[in-house]
């Protein structure tokens, strides 16, 4: 359970940055959870596909000062990738390698939700640096890729998530992706129960946590709509992959 940013074409202001990280603080939970998203926090910038600046902490970003000046650093990067994380622990301890994003080769990752029995996650051989089932996602799709399975970005996206769908309960696999060419986003949580499955907890109110908000204008998405950084924002459809090139 994580809040999560991503930009292309542009580098977030301190305004934008500011107003991400007050989500650490008071960005929204499922009920009868704890307040904000305290548990880690990271940013990855890529300038013409190359990865520039990628730092991360298990601390609170609502109060770590290190947040601050990672903060600094994006917003003079020139970055044209930008993506931002929040983490609210679900899987694995808080460590810096369990917080997002996780990078892999060229690959970029952050993820919301929580995948369940995720050690069963086929990850091709590669090794992870944490203990965390986004982790595993990830791998599963780079490992697609890598393996030869599939060409493109998009069909790695596609068959990861279809396997998830297939083969694990979860209750959000949404996830931000990059490879520094294309950019790519997918909102996603469990709509339907199992033949006498009983409901999760807090099942009814899933649609109103897990989502992600596209701008087009902006060519940015987020958990929630950053007002200081676009006016356009538009809750993302179930289950479809946007790329925001």
């Known amino acids: 359970m994580c809040r ?64 601050s000046s990672a903060a600094a650093l994006v917003e003079t990067s020139g970055a044209d990738i930008v993506i931002g994380h929040l983490r609210k622990a679900s899987v ?10 996780f990078t892999h080769g060229r690959f970029v990752f952050c993820h919301n939700g ?13 090794a992870p640096t944490g203990e965390t089932d986004s982790e595993r996602f990830f791998l599963n799709i780079v490992g697609r890729i890598e393996s030869g399975e599939v060409r493109t970005l998009r069909e790695a996206c596609e068959a990861a998530t279809r396997y ?56 940015a998405v987020c958990s929630q709509p950053l007002t200081q950084l676009a006016a356009d924002w538009q809750l993302m459809p179930l289950r479809q992959i946007i790329s925001l090139a």
């Open 4 to 67: 999560m940013m991503v930009q292309v074409g542009g580098t977030p202001d301190k305004g934008v940055l500011d107003e991400f990280r007050a989500l650490a603080a008071n960005g929204n939970v499922l009920p009868g959870n704890t307040c904000g998203h305290g548990d880690g926090w990271g940013f990855a910038a890529l300038r013409s596909a190359t990865l520039t600046l990628f730092t991360k902490s298990e601390k609170d970003g609502a109060t770590d000062p290190a947040f």
């Open 164 to 219: 998830v769908h297939e083969n694990h309960k979860y209750s959000s696999i949404s996830f931000i992706i990059t490879d520094g060419e294309e950019t790519l986003a997918w909102r996603d949580y469990r709509d339907t129960l199992q033949p006498g499955e009983e409901k999760p907890n807090n099942w009814d109110v899933w649609p109103e946590y897990y989502t992600l908000y596209q701008s087009a204008k902006a060519r």
């Open 92 to 101: 694995g301890d808080l460590t810096p390698a369990n917080a997002h994003p």
């Open 114 to 126: 929580g995948i369940k029995e995720s050690e069963r996650i086929p990850i091709y051989g590669l």
